[in-house]
């Protein structure tokens, strides 16, 4: 039976002006009478690779037994103008690209957060998905939400609808230099639901996952991932994963073939004010389908394809 592989490296840096890293907040011995009360840790959740960065102070009220809270948010619309479109794109839109709400409780033993809100996901190569059907047919008006148990500051526990360990990447337009997501990031998973562990030792942290893969609620994926921070300016990954059983779910959010795939990511990523750079080497083997040999045939004359034009 043919078996393709996918093989690319991508580069990417940006310049910007990240400005210093939050520090922890202070004590609430010098907190004027009524005011809300300090953050205490930067909010790191959504991830973002700049030059956007979370928000040190954000609202915050006390929920009872599920606070305090903290909340932060993304608005932001783009704009596109494209030639050679696909079949039904169009020349020009303007879009709502994120009206998105971040809650979060990171700290204490019982942690969560929730991403909810709208959102679309531009990639080059695709046909736009406009702001609705992206929102209803990728992850939902909720595309994030987890909850945590950290008995200690090194080890935790995880579960719910989870950003993927996979990629250099974010999936949303906010959280990346380049708003546009390219060819490695479309054989990457972005969200799935499953459960996670995750232990820090020193410079070293280590995660590992099972979960639904591209968000196919069929619960055969591993993942794993290593990070080594050299220091506060470098950092090395190390992820793997891929689809132990086969499965056949084939949607939006869920392409058949990179839903059966195995996956390899080294990445390396340089980020000290005002300069950021990432780079990364990314690896997929996909086997043939075994369903309709008509379209296993085209599949590999399109992997093939993209490997001669990433390599």
């Known amino acids: 039976m043919k078996k393709g592989i996918i093989a690319g490296a991508a580069t ?18 010098d907190q004027p009478a009524g ?39 993304a608005i932001s619309g783009l704009g596109l103008w494209q030639n050679n479109i696909s079949p039904g794109d169009q020349h020009s839109l303007a879009s709502l690209s994120n009206g998105q709400f971040f809650f979060q409780k990171p700290e204490g033993l019982f942690q969560y957060f929730i991403q909810v809100g709208a959102y679309t996901i531009p990639s080059l190569g695709t046909p736009y998905v406009n702001t609705p059907q992206a929102t209803g047919d990728f992850f939902g008006p909720l595309p994030v939400a987890y909850l945590r148990l950290a008995p200690t500051s090194t080890f935790s526990i995880e579960g719910g609808k989870l950003p993927t360990l996979i990629g250099a990447g974010y999936t949303f337009s906010f959280q990346n230099p380049n708003i546009e997501h390219g060819l490695l990031w479309n054989q990457e998973p972005a969200v799935s639901r499953g459960g996670q562990l995750n232990y820090t030792a020193g410079p070293l942290a280590l ?28 950092k090395f990954t190390l ?41 990364g080497l990314q690896f997929t083997r996909v086997p043939a389908s075994p369903v309709d040999w008509c379209v296993d045939v085209s599949f590999d004359r399109w992997w093939r394809d993209v490997g001669e034009l990433q390599l």
């Open 12 to 29: 990417a840096c940006a310049i910007s002006w990240i400005g210093s890293p939050p520090t922890r907040a202070e004590s609430g011995n």
């Open 239 to 279: 992820v793997a994963g891929g689809n132990y059983a086969h499965t056949t779910k084939s949607t939006l959010a869920t392409p058949l073939f990179q839903n059966n795939e195995t996956i390899l990511n080294l990445i390396y990523i340089h980020n000290s004010a005002p300069w950021a750079f990432a780079t």
């Open 35 to 73: 005011s809300q009360p300090a953050a205490p840790t930067a909010m790191t959740t959504p991830t973002m690779n700049g030059p956007l960065v979370g928000n040190p102070n954000p609202i915050s009220f006390d929920a009872g037994p599920f606070g305090p809270v903290y909340m932060t948010g």
């Open 207 to 234: 995660s590992f996952s099972l979960n639904d893969g591209f968000y196919s609620n069929r619960y055969t994926w591993l993942t794993g991932s290593a990070t080594y921070t050299l220091d506060s300016a470098n």
